[in-house]
């Protein structure tokens, strides 16, 4: 999964097609065409976990994967609603109207399926910083930390968050670096940079081993997963704080350290 | 937060722009007791009504629009509030025009009037600090200078759109705390100094700054006795005070006006929530406006304030020949107080930190209208291009031509006072007026036309005496509101001068109403051309009506 092309290296346009329906060949083919477009588009959310983790097609793991969530690290929005009309998909207007500086909303109605963009950073329960130098290391979806914070980050876990959580960390070591390793040293840095997202972090660690009790993993998974686990919740409180860190510690649980996304009728 | 709950979430959510704090700040504003407030309190000398109670009760009348419009908020938080819930309850055709008078058209004329506030409170104090007196009587008295500052105030009010929600959100706090923080300085001077340091202050600062003859403090006064400055602070029969609120509510009947953007709020279906923002907003501006003016009273002394906006307008309006002693300069009450000092950096610091009330208010002259407007074209009642942004700036720029170029044309009529068009200051008031007793009849309607859509709302729950809180409220408002369109229309006591006085010493104001009428009629032809259109291309309007549009 590695990135050979690189997000801003060319690869021969490919040539317009209608939109698939396998939820993944599409994603790929929408990543290929921003590129082709010179726009980086990376895949993140459930879809993004499966294709770096077998365990996600586990029979007490697998799931639904009704929309496709991207992040572009690229603010310019509208290159990205021209990408998306030349591809076939229907803007929801009133939303890109009123959010499309962080947020675009695109329907495929053939499939019943949506497709989410975060533009420029991602912003839900806590925003996690995005930077094209993180975006090249992979060719198809952020990279592995930056996709367990952004499940990690989510104060009101779903059971497929619990499940995506479980399946990427069943496949992925914590590593000093992106490749088919979890960036531990990255991922605790963000965290210990933001007290609200350290905080949100640390109790949803103990959520997916409280959690992931209900699924019938064989033991070596479970003792997997639990090892992995702990590894996390030693690195968050291990890994030195910065001053914003601790002055936000200071206040602690009696102002509220997340915001709640809300859901949006989407017609 | 429970750590053994998994929770439902069909699809990702959305973090809105807003927060409750932020809509909080932008009602405050749009009840601005520095810009609106002391602008029009300017203009009541005439009044037999006190002005703090008058304050008080008109304050507690419009906490039933807050219930109203935060009830309606909760039922259909959309971009476009007053336009989505009239056409959804009352029908598109009356929809339409009572909200692009009320969020579109009418906003053209409060242009110049945002512009002479922003003179006032912003060029001619600092640069008559600055010991720049040609250009701050420039600015006070040339009406190029008066029209300079209109197209100033639109490309300001451009730039902030532009920046999007975020950085508005972001400029507007900056502005309340530093805003708040001149005013609590302001505030001080007023309580530590006393009446025999503001006379000096004002000999001495009027006349270095401003050119103002010795003797201005009793040449003032004289001036104001003369143009009949009679509005006392306190008291008054109730009639009194009642007949001083068709006036005051051009300052105080707006904290809903963030109601068309309530799409873009966090948790905007929670009622309590909205109620409470737009209410502690009216209560702490109320209580502000107390404050200050006892402070006033206590110092300059209302008296003295009273008959020197007294000497001031009737000067401006023409009812007197002789020019007020401090010429064309307004008398600006911050600016007023500040004189008690002869310091001139701390007056520059303070009047720049209270002119953050204009800067951190000035956007409501058109933000909350491009929603009406993207909401009626998203409705195909207006060109689709209007509800589009220039891409790379993400600047809805139709939808602020619409509002600008308009917008500076009465300008010029304003600023040039053709045809007396500078008589229709209160007309700004009264078409908004209109269109919230349209948005006021759609609240008593709803929980009865729309029963499954209110029934289902979180407000189904309050009632009192088993009738809908948000009928009782919408009954108290919409009885207010008649009652401020009596006096405007009809003005039986001769005292607005923006409608067909039955009065026979009364103004007969034929450019006002004509001026509304033009705007009322523009609407119309624009609906039933929209309608005739669609249909020819097979849209049925109608059924546009029948859907609540998606958020």
Redo the contacts between chains.
Sequence with gaps: MRNVVGATGRSPLPSLMPILSDAQEEAMRLIAEAAARGLTLRLL?GLAVRMHSPSATHRVLARQY??L?FASADK???KI?ALMAELGYEP????N???????LLFFDPAHER?V?IFVGKF??CHTIPFSLQRFTLDLFTLPLAELLLTKMQI?????KD?RDLCALLLDHPFGEDDTETINLPHLAKLCADDWGLWKTVS?SV??VR??SDAYELEGEKKLTLVERLNVLRAALHETPKSLRWKARDAIGERVQWY????????? | ?S??T????????????WSVFDAFIYAFFSINLVTLGFYIISQMYFFEGGLIPALVISGIIILAEVVVYAGLIAVMPR?GGDYVWQSRILGGGLGFVLAVTGWWFILWLWTPLYADMLRHIFFVPLLGVLSLKDAALWFAGDANAFFLVCVLTAVFVTIIIAL???TYARMQKFCFWVGNAGLLVVCLFLLLSNNDAFRAGLEANATKYFGAPPGVYEATLAAGEAAGAITPLMGGSLTAIFLAMPYLVFFNLWPNWGATLY??V??ADDFRRNLQGMAWALIATTLLGVIFFLLVNKTITWDFYTKANAAYWSYRWGFSESAPPMGSVWPYPAMLAMFVTTNPFLQFVVLLAMSMWFFGWAGTVFLSSTRVI?AAA?DRLLPEAV???E??T?T?IWALALMIVPGLIVSALYVYNVANFASLTLASTLVIAVTYLGSTVAAILLPYTKKDLYEASPIAKYKVAGVPLITVAGVIFALFLVFLLYQWLLDPNALYGIGYSINENGYKNGTSLVFMGVMYLLAVIIYVGAKMYRKNQGVDLDLVYKEI???
């Design positions: 959310g009704p929309d969530d310019r929005a509208y609603e929801h207007k009133t939303f109207l009123l959010n499309g500086d962080h947020r949506q989410d912003h839900m104060v009101q876990m779903n059971e619990v109790l103990q959520k409280d959690f915001e709640l996304p809300e859901e949006v009728k989407r017609g | 937060m750590e053994s998994l929770f439902l979430r069909k699809a990702t959510g959305l973090v809105r722009s971009a999007g929600m975020k799409g873009e966090k948790g993207f998203f509800a589009t942004i891409p790379r993400r809805p549009p998606v958020e």
